[in-house]
């Protein structure tokens, strides 16, 4: 009834993950590196590791997707074995740069990052004295160091890890494989509907190929809680198709922008042909709704007038 990966993957379709992978962790540790020592500020030094750690998640999880890998449990240890990289690479090349600024010494992070030991050796000797305050006083005295820069540190590589292997997991599954056709399904479509009043009640018909439910919602607006359904296609064969229903929810605040929640309803439910070209009808249907309405308003405008 869903759609599950298949588990298949090459020794080719790793290489492709594992060297898109890698490139990009070698560009974005230089680039985070760089810029930590440039950012006082706690929050951002924060937002800038999830941003590296995101960003070498989707570049090693498009890579994955270009070697057509359909193993999920693949595709975590190859993005976790990508983030490590990616964050160890970020300690070399921040200590040589820390080494360059601070005690005027010129290293090589290639060279050094052959050596763990010395890596650790320069993670104790800073860490000893600190680089950084968390109150951004800049003095000395008040360098963040010892136990709290050790947690600080582990923290960070937590986070890196983490966020990378998620992100990459998470486009792996993104969207359904046609195995017949040896190739990732496209949007086939995708409509905003009114919320359902029972999300249940619509899971149960949806899952017994009645979409009658859906046709009867209406159209659904970005700014209210709506219903998102968004059909998979096998654009060469056209046979097989999965569709994923999301119930959006806004939370509306007294002050400052609305707090939006989801809750997918079905995930890659696999649908025949009649039930997909249904759905295109009904995207097709809404898409025209805001053009008919002008029209109508405007002739029954006219029609008053006579």
Not at 280 to 285: A, V
């Amino acid at each position: 009834m869903y759609y599950q990966h298949s588990g298949r993957y090459t020794f080719g379709g790793l290489i492709v993950g594992l060297v898109s992978g890698t490139i990009s962790a070698l560009v974005l540790a230089y680039a985070y590196a760089r810029g930590s020592i440039l950012i006082p500020e706690v929050h951002l030094a924060a937002f800038a590791t999830l941003f590296f750690g995101g960003l070498v998640g989707l570049a090693t999880g498009w890579g994955l997707v270009r070697g057509k890998v359909r193993n999920q449990r693949v595709a975590l240890v190859v993005t976790a074995l990508v983030s490590t990289f990616a964050l160890y690479s970020s300690w070399a090349m921040w200590i040589a740069a820390v080494g360059k600024r601070w005690a005027n010494k010129d290293i090589s992070w290639a060279i050094l990052a052959q050596h763990p030991v010395a890596v650790w050796t320069l993670m104790k000797w800073i860490n000893h004295y600190g680089t950084w305050s968390l109150d951004n006083s800049g003095s000395a005295t008040s360098a963040t160091k010892g136990l709290e820069l050790w947690f600080i540190w582990a923290g960070e590589a937590l986070l890196i890890v983490g966020v990378a292997t998620a992100a990459g997991f998470a486009v792996v599954r993104q969207r359904p494989f046609c195995e017949a056709c040896n190739r990732w399904c496209r949007d086939g479509a995708r409509v905003l509907l009114a919320p359902p009043p029972d999300a249940q009640q619509l899971k149960l018909q949806v899952e017994s190929n009645d979409l009658r439910p859906l046709e009867a919602l209406g159209p659904g607006s970005k700014t209210d809680d709506h219903l998102i359904v968004a059909l998979h296609s096998c654009d060469q064969c056209n046979q097989f198709h999965t569709l994923t229903l999301t119930q959006m929810s806004m939370h509306r605040k007294k002050f400052g922008h609305p707090r939006v929640s989801s809750k997918t309803i079905i995930r890659q439910l696999v649908v025949g042909p009649g039930e997909a070209q249904t759905l295109r009808q009904l995207s097709e249907k809404v898409a025209q709704a805001p053009k008919l309405a002008p029209e109508r308003a405007c002739g029954a405008a006219v029609g008053g007038k006579r």
